[in-house]
């Protein structure tokens, strides 16, 4: 049992740990996220900034090249200039200034940002299915939304938030209809999850570290307070042991005189203070000396043995108690009344007569028979547990006298 105790307590302990442990890992993996989404919200209000800059100048003029092509989505007066010196120049809004930040973000950090909206002009501008999602939240009055996710199968922090129509923003979408303070899109920053990874990863391996010492010191401790205990429940059970054998009868195993007489002084005690009856019964085995003179004292004890088998069976209260008084006597004290201790007393003594154990030279039945006495009392301060004994031993003698096999009751 104390093996099941242990392995429990070992378990549970792990348990917890584990628990513990997981919760401190999802904890961590948050934080990385809110990192992540921290540095994503940079990155956009940087983004906003620039893209106010440019659309309070109108777009800005850049020399066309390879990397810089006249924007076909444009369709403003003046897009394409050509200076005196014959450089080309083409205009260059927010929305396309965005997109080149994002292609030379995205060589140089491995961050990437989209610029994107519900019925974009630029097909390459179409909102993924998470970035569809975040679109309709923003539509409902979400201001950002943020998550992880994959983008070309590879793992992203994601952070979203609306471009709001702002006053440059109608120098060149007014004839869309659209209004101050309207939604007209949203740029998502997405920050490869391995940009932190290896802050998450020592920050798991040393939670992992740590808890394993705890672990192992935790179940050092179980162990040697497992170790200990079963030490010194080792030394009860000796001590109990020798306690028991102390009280206990070597022939009959049942309690012996020593043990009868704590007993009856407490239960003397207890019916006193409570006064309800005490009852005796007084057994002795019918001509035992002649079964010993005739069988043996090897037999004899045998006999008393199976006589103590046989009367034992009849009790299971832990009120009551059989004990053996000396010799081939027994005796019985039970919280009973008169009626209740005579009905027992028959019990026993047609249980000893039905073991149909021979008895050579009995002068009363071929079997081995008991007699019986029984006294009823309720204790009172002038009275001392000798009476009850007395009147038991009297009503014993009794039933002796009167051709043994029998039960005696103790009359005034």
């Excluded at 792990?14 to 628990?19: A, I, K």
């Excluded at 092509?69 to 120049?89: A, F, H, S």
């Excluded at 179409?126 to 979400?142: S, V």
Aim: net charge positive; proline share 4%; charged share 25%.
């Amino acid at each position: 049992m104390r093996r099941i105790t242990f392995l429990v307590y070992a378990v549970l302990w792990l348990m917890l740990l584990s628990l513990n442990l997981y919760q401190q890992v999802m904890d961590t993996k948050q934080y990385a996220q809110n990192i992540a989404t921290r540095q994503a919200e940079m990155f956009f209000d940087h983004i906003i900034l620039v893209r106010k800059w440019n659309a309070s100048h109108g777009g800005v003029y850049v020399p066309i090249d390879a990397g810089t092509q006249p924007n076909p989505y444009l369709k403003v007066p003046n897009r394409d200039l050509e200076t005196k010196e014959g450089v080309k120049l083409t205009l260059v809004n927010p929305a396309y200034m965005t997109r080149q930040l994002a292609e030379m973000s995205q060589s140089q950090t491995g961050i990437n940002f989209h610029i994107t909206s519900t019925e974009p002009l630029r097909p390459e501008n179409e909102p993924d299915h998470w970035e569809a999602q975040a679109l309709a939240g923003f539509r409902k009055g979400l201001k950002s939304v943020s998550g992880s996710g994959e983008i070309d199968g590879k793992p992203f922090y994601r952070y979203m938030a609306p471009l709001l129509v702002e006053a440059e923003c109608l120098k060149c979408h007014d004839q869309d209809g659209y209004k101050l303070g309207d939604v007209r899109g949203g740029v998502s920053v997405n920050i490869p999850t391995a940009t932190l990874e290896s802050f998450v990863n020592e920050r798991v391996d040393h939670l992992v570290i740590t808890h394993t010492i705890v672990a192992l010191i935790g179940l050092i401790v179980l162990l040697l307070s497992y170790l200990a205990q079963a030490r010194l429940s080792k030394r009860l059970d000796k001590a109990q042991s020798r306690l028991q054998l102390a009280y206990l009868d070597s022939l009959t195993l049942l309690p012996n005189r020593r043990y009868y007489d704590a007993f009856v002084k407490r239960e003397w005690k207890r019916a006193l203070r409570h006064q309800y009856p005490l009852s005796m019964i007084m057994i002795d085995i019918d001509f035992f000396k002649s079964y010993n003179d005739n069988l043996g004292h090897l037999e004899g004890d045998q006999c008393l043995r199976q006589v103590a088998r046989t009367l034992k069976r009849f009790f299971r209260r832990p009120g009551d108690l059989i004990a053996r008084y000396g010799g081939e006597e027994f005796c019985v004290v039970a919280a009973c009344d008169a009626e209740q201790i005579w009905v027992l007393a028959e019990i026993l003594r047609k249980a000893v007569e039905n073991m149909r154990m021979p008895h050579p030279d009995s002068k009363i039945s071929e079997f081995v028979t008991i007699s019986l006495g029984v006294a009823t009392i309720i204790p009172g301060h002038d009275q001392a547990f000798d009476g009850l004994l007395y009147r038991a031993d009297q009503a014993l003698y009794d039933a002796k006298a009167s051709g043994r096999n029998r039960v005696g009751r103790y009359r005034e």
